[in-house]
T-cell receptor, first 112, second 112 residues
Framework: DAKTTQPPSMDCAEGRAANLPCNHSTISGNEYVYWYRQIHSQGPQYIIH???NNETNEMASLIITEDRKSSTLILPHATLRDTAVYYCIVTNSGGSNYKLTFGKGTLLTVNP | DTGVSQNPRHKITKRGQNVTFRCDPI?????LYWYRQTLGQGPEFLTYFQNEAQLEKSRLLSDRFSAERPKGSFSTLEIQRTEQGDSAMYLCASSLSNQPQHFGDGTRLSIL
């Protein structure tokens, strides 16, 4: 699986959009970009994933660059409960998506 | 949706003792995964089941570790002769084939 690079920490004001970047320059054509987050003392929570097109769900939006070498997770209106470690993971999702390789992620702190 | 359930939530034991953790996946999820997470790190893949078959084991899973999923539903992870280095959060996840993994809140193991 391709490696990812994320900033170790970011701050965001409550009510503002949080934009979390991820670099995955070695991504291959059949690899998906997944985002999970982990709130303290809980298990990781699935947020969103995509292959090449931008994706949106009730939690967030995922913007993938045209060359697929980077992506941005957008939380449109961050709340204090969004404070968590956010993991960007690249994995082959077709049939053999049996393991996720987590890095250290980005600690997002949402401030009042 | 009852989610992935893990028991116990916390386990404290003396070095050299055996421990067993249980994971109940989301109903009808055919895939089940075990991960381990140490302080400040992202989760690390340990092993994976498709139905009752254990299809992949990480090098992290030493001979003292054994996992089972006898009827393709719940799973157990046993650690024999525990060591200080086994102290960690043990996470279970489940999924349908080619769908995102959903995690439980883990079992925190502390070795005295």
């Amino acid at each position: 699986d391709a490696k990812t690079t994320q900033p170790p920490s970011m701050d965001c004001a409550e009510g503002r959009a949080a934009n979390l970047p991820c670099n995955h320059s070695t991504i291959s054509g059949n690899e998906y970009v997944y985002w999970y987050r982990q709130i303290h003392s809980q298990g990781p929570q699935y947020i969103i994933h995509g292959l090449k097109n931008n994706e949106t769900n009730e939690m967030a939006s995922l913007i993938i660059t045209e060359d697929r070498k980077s992506s941005t997770l957008i939380l449109p209106h961050a709340t204090l409960r969004d404070t968590a470690v956010y993991y960007c993971i690249v994995t082959n999702s077709g049939g053999s998506n049996y393991k996720l390789t987590f890095g250290k992620g980005t600690l997002l702190t949402v401030n009042p | 949706d009852t989610g992935v359930s893990q028991n116990p939530r916390h386990k404290i034991t003396k070095r050299g003792q055996n421990v067993t953790f249980r994971c109940d996946p989301i109903s009808e999820h055919n895939r089940l995964y075990w991960y381990r997470q140490t302080l400040g790190q992202g989760p690390e893949f340990l092993t994976y089941f498709q139905n009752e078959a254990q299809l992949e084991k990480s090098r992290l899973l030493s001979d003292r570790f054994s996992a089972e999923r006898p009827k393709g539903s719940f799973s157990t992870l046993e650690i024999q002769r525990t060591e200080q280095g086994d102290s960690a959060m043990y996470l279970c996840a489940s999924s349908l084939s080619n769908q995102p993994q959903h995690f439980g809140d883990g079992t925190r193991l502390s070795i005295l």
